[in-house]
């Protein structure tokens, strides 16, 4: 059971706009910043989204975080085959005093 | 650009010691801290815990009295140790960096992952 909830699976054709949301609790996503990655099958997983709303180089403006509260969604818009993989939410938890992943959400474009 | 590999025996007997090293290339070590995350094949993530450049360590309370993780700054390198294993720790094991200065940051980079099988 992860720390933090995620939705085990999302969808989506080509061109939409899908989203997939974490939700979690006042001492961890509430009070810190929240983390995104994507992970395609084999690979190791990669940094989308880093404090809450930034992309690193190299990550396309496509692709979106945002958090309020308790919870956090990642946005993907004109969905591409290349985004088929598993995306893993993540932050600090203080009760835990370390940081922590939600259980992934596969998105499959249709 | 900075790389990150893993390496170590892909099998190890049951309640042996699993042992595995990350290689740093591409930058310096220092200054940093450093992490080890698990993924059992199928299943999602597990953060095993990290360590500052400075040997300071934080590990994830479910795996504390098992875990062990150290760095030699001079090989640009560091290791975990997880003792008592058992086929519950069959997992692909990662390293990566930590840039946040504070700890409690994003993994960037990560490296290609290895399998641990564990096994008689």
């Known amino acids: 059971q992860s720390v933090l909830t995620q939705p085990p699976s999302a969808s989506g054709t080509p061109g939409q706009r899908v989203t997939i949301s974490c939700s979690g609790s006042?001492?961890?996503?509430?009070?810190?910043?929240l983390y995104w990655y994507q992970q395609v099958p084999g690979t190791a997983p990669k940094l989308l989204i880093f404090?809450?709303?930034q992309r690193p180089s190299g990550v396309p403006d496509r692709i979106s975080g945002s958090k309020s509260g308790t919870s956090a969604s990642l946005a993907i818009s004109g969905l591409r085959s290349e985004d088929e993989a598993a995306y893993y939410c993540?932050?600090?938890?203080?009760?835990?005093?370390?940081?922590?992943f939600g259980g992934g959400t596969k998105l499959t474009v249709l | 650009q900075m790389q990150l590999q893993e390496s170590g025996p892909g099998l190890v007997k049951p309640s042996e010691t699993l042992s595995l090293t990350c290689t740093v290339s591409?930058?310096?070590?220092?200054?940093?801290?450093w992490s080890w995350v698990r993924q059992p094949p199928g299943k999602g993530l597990e953060w095993i815990g990290y360590?500052?450049?400075?040997?300071?360590?934080n590990y994830n309370p479910s795996l504390k009295s098992r875990v062990t993780i150290f760095v030699d700054t001079s090989k640009n390198q560091f290791s975990l140790n997880l003792s008592s294993v058992t086929a519950a720790d069959r997992a692909v094991y990662y390293c990566?960096?930590?840039?946040?200065?504070?700890?409690?940051?994003?993994?960037?980079?990560w490296g290609q992952g290895t399998l641990v099988t564990v096994s008689s």
């Open positions: 360590i500052h450049s400075s040997g300071s360590t």
């Open positions: 993540a932050t600090w938890d203080d009760s835990l005093n370390g940081p922590v």
């Open positions: 591409g930058g310096s070590i220092t200054s940093y801290y």
């Open positions: 006042s001492s961890n996503i509430g009070s810190n910043y």
């Open positions: 404090q809450n709303n």
């Open positions: 990566a960096r930590m840039p946040d200065t504070s700890g409690r940051g994003w993994f960037d980079p």
